[in-house]
């Protein structure tokens, strides 16, 4: 990795597996800048071996050569259960470039693929290429993807599908299931290297700490938290939040069967598989919670180093009592921004938790109202709302709005500034299932104008696209539940 950490304990050098007849599906400019690659005029790498490289059929460029792929080895909790090892099944780390390492999805089996082949169907890598992408333009930290390569390569998953790979780039790929697996194995040297690599490439606040590796700990805590929070606020359901899915610098990772809430259901589950609904969008952060408590675990033998069991014990239990603070926080003011408030005042709380319970119990379009909020006037007569006609309990939702002018009149609200900064924070557009599902058959039909037409509308989710206004309505009733199966 920027893992400098090598041996045969950590990782394995592992070639990609080629692909036949490789072509282009989808490729990322805004993610392209990130490693100053070289575009021509429709966008795509000057140098033709990038597709070869991508497709993980070559190894270097001409400007690239990158000797020492290798897949990593970790281990984590899936639903709950301890899992044991597991590692890069299908991802191979082809390098660094510009502090961002490149990654393939898809591209072979490697020695951690157990039962699998390896390999990534076009259908999830356009899913996981469209929404690292959508994430990053709403501002949720994410992984980034750089491209989709197609291939005519058959892959049996329902049904026989075609193989796809999916290139990533973050400044690290590091999991909470890397320290879970050191520390399972009780292999202390690589779980004080995993540590100090961290520390000094994406932590350095933390080197100067008396207790270097508890505030490592905080800091991804931290981070973890305020990323949930802001899933929260975009109506964003990750789907498989096992403890090996969670990065160690705060990013979402590993898209699988995720979605964005259409009708807001509180309780919404994405993932088909989730039958109990632990990943639920309302159990989100209590699940992370939970696998900070799985980090804690692996932080524990490095805070024994100084300290004994006990003692490290609380310190680490210490810290871990304050997520749900570090999460409120943030949720707080995130749900505060999306109503326009610029002050805080503890009624808030209740004023956002009675709008979302309103919300859910009306199965309201999250995103669309949250949009179409900033269009009260504080001189508007309730019944003039257009958007209470969504709500069934029509009372109840006027007292709500009459709360709502009440509390912004108190910090005096302007209308076409709160407009401004609420259009900034509530995005008009957002990965609708429905969506990716209609550029994925597209796709599959060699089609891939909706990819690229849908990638550009997301790159904006802010912005007023006019011409694109079919894409910011809910979806129509026939595919508000669009089945999106769980292999991939
Ligand atoms: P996921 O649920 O996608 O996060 O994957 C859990 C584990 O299974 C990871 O170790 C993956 O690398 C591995 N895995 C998932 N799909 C495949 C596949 N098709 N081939 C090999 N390994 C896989
Ligand atoms: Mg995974």
């Keep these: 990795m920027s893992f400098t950490l090598s041996g045969d304990d950590v990782c394995q050098l592992t070639y990609p597996s080629p692909i036949p007849d490789p072509y282009w599906v989808a490729f990322s400019p805004s993610a392209a800048k990130l490693i100053q690659l070289d575009l021509d005029a429709s966008g795509l790498p000057s140098d033709p071996a990038w597709l070869e490289l991508l497709a993980g059929n070559t190894l270097s460029t001409s400007k690239h050569n990158f000797a020492n792929p290798i897949a990593?080895?970790?281990?984590?909790?899936?639903?709950g259960v301890w899992a044991g090892q597991l590692g890069d099944g299908r991802a191979i780390l082809l390098g660094n470039i510009q502090g961002q390492e490149l990654q393939l999805k898809g591209a072979g089996k490697t020695i951690y693929s157990r039962m699998g082949d390896g390999r990534a169907v076009l259908r999830s890598s356009i899913r996981e290429y469209l929404c690292s992408e959508a994430m990053y333009a709403l501002g949720v930290p994410t992984t980034r993807a750089l491209s989709v390569v197609g291939s005519s390569l058959p892959v049996l998953r329902e049904s026989l599908e075609t193989a796809a790979v999916c290139a990533r780039l973050a400044p690290s790929f590091i999991r909470i299931g890397h320290f879970e697996h050191f520390a399972f194995t009780q292999n202390i040297v690589r779980l004080k290297e995993l540590a100090d690599l961290l520390i000094q490439d994406h932590y350095p606040?933390?080197?100067?700490?008396?207790?270097?590796?508890?505030?490592?700990?905080?800091?991804?805590?931290?981070?973890?938290?305020?990323l949930v929070a802001q899933w929260q606020a975009v109506g964003f359901c990750h789907g498989v939040l096992n403890s090996d899915n969670i990065s160690a610098l705060g990013l979402t990772m590993d898209y699988g069967p995720f979605g964005f809430l259409d009708q807001f259901e509180i309780d919404h589950i994405c993932n088909h598989s989730d039958h109990g609904g632990r990943y639920a969008y309302h159990r989100q952060p209590q699940i992370m919670h939970w696998n900070m408590a799985c980090l804690a675990s692996g932080f524990l033998p490095l805070l024994e180093l100084t300290h004994d069991e006990e003692e490290a014990q609380s310190r680490l239990r210490g810290v871990l009592e304050e997520?749900?603070?570090?999460?409120?926080?943030?949720?707080?003011?995130?749900?505060?921004?999306?109503?326009?408030?610029?002050?805080?005042?503890?009624?808030?709380?209740?004023?956002?938790?009675?709008?979302?319970?309103?919300?859910h119990d009306s199965k309201v379009d999250f995103t669309s109202f949250f949009r179409t909020l900033s269009q009260i006037k504080l001189d508007q007569p309730i019944h003039q709302i257009t958007l209470r006609d969504h709500f069934i309990d029509r009372e109840l939702i006027d007292q709500w709005f009459t709360d709502y002018a009440l509390r912004l009149q108190s910090e005096s609200s302007v209308d076409s500034a709160?407009?401004?900064?609420?259009?900034?924070?509530?995005?008009?557009?957002i990965l609708r299932n429905h969506l990716a599902q209609t550029a994925i058959e597209k796709a599959q039909q060699h089609d891939f104008s909706e990819v690229s037409r849908l990638m550009n509308i997301l790159s904006r989710p802010y912005d007023e696209q006019p011409e694109f206004e079919a894409y910011a309505v809910p979806p129509p009733e026939d595919l508000e539940r669009v089945e999106v199966s769980c292999s991939s």
């Design 323 to 359: 997520f749900p603070v570090m999460y409120a926080q943030t949720w707080q003011s995130l749900f505060r921004q999306k109503l326009g408030l610029l002050t805080a005042d503890e009624a808030d709380i209740s004023l956002i938790e009675r709008l979302l319970q309103a919300i």
């Design 72 to 79: 990593t080895v970790y281990s984590g909790h899936q639903f």
């Design 205 to 226: 606040e933390c080197e100067s700490d008396s207790e270097p590796y508890l505030e490592l700990f905080k800091q991804i805590c931290i981070r973890n938290a305020k």
């Design 418 to 429: 709160r407009m401004k900064s609420m259009n900034l924070v509530n995005p008009k557009y």
